[in-house]
């Protein structure tokens, strides 16, 4: 939204307190999967989870904004890889939802659950890292942000908190930097959210 510099109203779900938030009538009944994000377009009389999804609705909806995807049919496809490579394959296995099921049905420890994200994190950056090799400049896919970029830079956030090692990343790391040098990256941080603690 704010790289398509969008005008919305942001709506905080905290996912611990209370037990998750996502958890009670007010948000399941919104989204019945209990999960974030969930997109509501009141004009269109629209309910969308999925972030993928959101963002192609909203390239689709606002195509005089930045655009997301690219318009020819190869890179569309080779940046959608890239950004279901991270949420398809890494990021579903290190979600909360996952963290807190480690803990309580298999009575993992914290540590043994920071190792659990540290290597699923691993596994598909050293993929990505090849991947990205032939492809990225600037940023995953050239020298424009897309898709592929809104669905790293949370993941490599994710990365440090459990304690990746970046630096055998160094092309996922370069292009989170530059990311994180955009005005609507550094407003999309979870720190900079009125529900920051």
């Known amino acids: 939204m704010h790289l398509k510099q969008l005008d919305f109203d942001y709506l905080p779900v905290h996912l611990v307190k209370d037990g998750g938030e996502q958890k009670k009538n007010a948000y399941s009944n919104i989204n019945p999967s209990m999960l974030v994000p969930t997109f509501v377009d009141d004009d269109e009389d629209i309910v969308l989870n999925q972030s993928l999804a959101i963002i192609e609705y909203l390239d689709d909806k606002y195509p005089g904004t930045r655009m997301l995807l690219p318009t020819h049919a190869v890179d569309k496809a080779r940046v959608r890889a890239i ?16 963290l807190q099921a480690l803990n309580s049905d298999f009575e993992a420890s914290s540590e043994q659950t920071k190792a659990w994200c540290a290597k699923w994190i691993e596994l598909g950056f050293i993929a990505l890292e090849k991947r990205l090799a032939t492809r990225s400049g600037k940023y995953c896919f050239g020298y424009d942000v897309t898709l592929a970029d809104v669905c790293l830079v949370p993941q490599v956030y994710n990365a440090i908190r459990f304690q990746v090692d970046m630096q055998r990343f160094p092309l996922i790391q370069k292009i989170y930097d530059n990311c994180n040098e955009l005005d609507a990256f550094q407003k999309a941080k979870p720190e900079a959210q009125t529900d920051a603690a």
Request: hydrophobic share 45%; net charge negative.
């Open 83 to 98: 950004a279901q490579d991270i949420a398809c394959d890494i990021q579903p296995v290190t979600n909360l939802r996952i």
